[in-house]
């Protein structure tokens, strides 16, 4: 009997360690979303930092939610909302000109405790390069990078290039400073996926569920194999359960911000879940 109550500790310890939270833009609950403050802030409670691309006029990957700035978030170089509701688009701007653009000035509506830190739009190289010299100097294993390549059919070559170049872009960035095991690509839009399928197999990539239908139908629709798929909480039936298991295709659970759902996805055994909260700063 003891030796059985041990086996079911060492177990129930080694899952716990195996379940991680992605920071959802860097635990925006908690700072200015997709800011390396945020990110290194971050790593103080999960390795993983989820984030979003976009491409900037001069083919500069940054990190950024929005490919128009929401001047709800933004404020121009002196701190002031964007004049008359202008809303710059990201994929007109060159890196510089982006750069004059700050978020946290201005307090988010939907996240009332998020701290006020004034801070830019950075590239995604900066991003890297500062996060990993944090993680070092702080005795921290190396960040791990849930990445969204933020493209559609609809806005091709509007707000985004179109998908080879934004992946080759990405791709250069990441060969100088990851390697392939600390990332996962994340997308709506299966063709940066599959193209990175075909040309960097090494990279695993992650099927977000835009569309609202069972894994089996993308798998009849796709043309390569996604390592993961992501649909939210609210979408997770016994059906998601059952075919993610038939098809070896490992759960990571959307968003959630409420500790009885993240504990739910654990319980149907999901060890990867999304939110814009430490888990310690999770309530009901």
Do not use: W
């Given at each position: 009997m003891k030796y059985a109550a041990l086996l079911l500790l060492i177990s129930l310890q080694s899952y716990a360690q195996d379940f991680t939270v992605f920071a959802h833009r860097g635990f925006r609950g908690l700072h200015p979303e997709n800011t390396v403050s945020a990110f290194k802030k971050t790593l103080h409670y999960t390795p993983v930092l989820e984030m979003?691309?976009?491409?900037?006029?001069?083919?500069?990957?940054?990190?950024?939610?929005?490919?128009?700035?929401?001047?709800?978030?933004?404020?121009?170089?002196?701190?002031?909302?964007?004049?008359?509701?202008?809303?710059?688009?990201?994929?007109?701007?060159?890196?510089?000109?982006?750069?004059?653009?700050?978020?946290?000035?201005?307090?988010?509506?939907?996240?009332?405790?998020?701290?006020?830190?004034?801070?830019?739009?950075?590239?995604?190289n900066r991003v890297m390069?500062?996060?990993?010299?944090?993680?070092?100097?702080?005795?921290?294993?190396?960040?791990?990078?849930?990445?969204?390549?933020?493209?559609?059919?609809?806005?091709?070559?509007?707000?985004?290039?179109?998908p080879k170049i934004v992946v080759e872009l990405l791709m250069k960035v990441l060969q100088k400073h990851t390697q392939p095991q600390e990332v996962i690509i994340q997308s709506f839009d299966?063709?940066?996926?599959?193209?990175?399928?075909?040309?960097?197999?090494?990279?695993?990539?992650?099927?977000?569920?835009?569309?609202?239908?069972?894994?089996?139908?993308?798998?009849?629709?796709?043309?390569?194999?996604?390592?993961?798929f992501s649909p939210r909480f609210e979408q997770i039936t016994a059906q998601t359960l059952e075919e993610s298991k038939q098809y070896g295709i490992p759960l990571i659970g959307g968003n959630a911000n409420s500790r009885k759902a993240v504990d739910q996805m654990k319980k149907w055994g999901i060890r990867y879940v999304i939110s814009d909260f430490p888990y310690e700063m999770l309530t009901d």
């Open positions: 979003d691309i976009m491409i900037s006029k001069d083919m500069e990957v940054v990190v950024t939610h929005d490919a128009v700035l929401n001047s709800k978030l933004y404020t121009d170089a002196s701190g002031e909302p964007l004049a008359n509701g202008y809303t710059p688009r990201i994929y007109e701007l060159n890196a510089a000109e982006i750069q004059k653009y700050h978020i946290g000035i201005t307090p988010h509506p939907g996240y009332p405790s998020q701290q006020q830190i004034k801070e830019t739009i950075p590239t995604l390069e500062e996060v990993t010299a944090y993680a070092k100097t702080h005795g921290m294993q190396r960040p791990k990078y849930f990445i969204e390549t933020k493209i559609s059919e609809k806005t091709d070559h509007l707000k985004h290039p179109d299966p063709r940066t996926l599959s193209y990175i399928e075909k040309h960097y197999p090494e990279y695993e990539t992650c099927l977000l569920d835009g569309k609202k239908i069972p894994l089996s139908v993308y798998l009849e629709q796709l043309d390569f194999r996604p390592d993961y």
